[in-house]
């Protein structure tokens, strides 16, 4: 291997940035049925967890700030998935919280992640050895 440091093929961050970019283009046919986006769907996957929690808590589960997440929150809102509001006990804290509809969007969407482990070219073992280096570099 050649050792220069600013080689795009000796960097750790180039495959990681593009086997995401793949991976997140693999659900797009499988979340267009759905309206939503990569983003939009991972956060419904917190929602669907918790039911509700503020959006500082929010964003620390998907690493997103309040910059992106607050148009993306506009939307789901939009669509009848969740709901906005002042917290009671902190009015600079927002909470967000799921409604009925964002509910029933969770069955349609249960298939998704068996569909998706079969559009990567990794086996369960591998899957489970990825998911522990990359919460590894995540800090978790």
Same mark, same amino acid.
């Given at each position: 291997?050649? @050792?220069?440091?600013?080689?795009?093929?000796?960097?750790?961050? #180039?495959?990681?940035?593009?086997?995401?970019?793949?991976?997140?283009?693999? &659900?797009?046919?499988? =979340?267009?049925?759905?309206? *939503?986006? &990569?983003?939009? &769907?991972?956060?419904?996957?917190?929602?669907?967890?918790?039911?509700? =929690?503020?959006?500082?808590?929010?964003?620390?589960?998907? #690493?997103?700030?309040?910059?992106?997440?607050?148009?993306?929150?506009?939307?789901?809102?939009?669509?009848? *998935?969740?709901?906005?509001?002042?917290?009671?006990?902190?009015?600079?804290?927002?909470? /967000?919280? @799921?409604?009925?509809?964002? *509910? !029933?969007?969770?069955?349609?969407?249960?298939?998704?992640?068996? !569909?998706?482990?079969?559009?990567?070219? /990794?086996?369960?073992?591998?899957? !489970?050895?990825?998911?522990?280096? *990359?919460?590894? /570099?995540?800090?978790?």
């Amino acid at each position: 291997m050649d @050792i220069n440091p600013l080689k795009l093929e000796n960097q750790l961050c #180039f495959p990681l940035y593009a086997a995401a970019k793949e991976v997140v283009k693999k &659900y797009k046919p499988l =979340l267009d049925g759905t309206g *939503l986006t &990569y983003t939009q &769907y991972v956060t419904m996957m917190v929602l669907w967890e918790e039911k509700a =929690l503020n959006v500082t808590a929010l964003g620390k589960r998907l #690493f997103l700030d309040s910059g992106t997440l607050t148009p993306l929150l506009k939307k789901l809102e939009a669509a009848g *998935l969740v709901t906005r509001r002042r917290d009671g006990a902190d009015e600079r804290s927002v909470i /967000i919280g @799921i409604t009925d509809k964002g *509910l !029933k969007l969770k069955e349609e969407t249960v298939d998704i992640p068996a !569909k998706m482990a079969g559009c990567l070219n /990794i086996d369960a073992e591998e899957a !489970k050895a990825l998911y522990g280096l *990359l919460h590894k /570099i995540l800090g978790r």
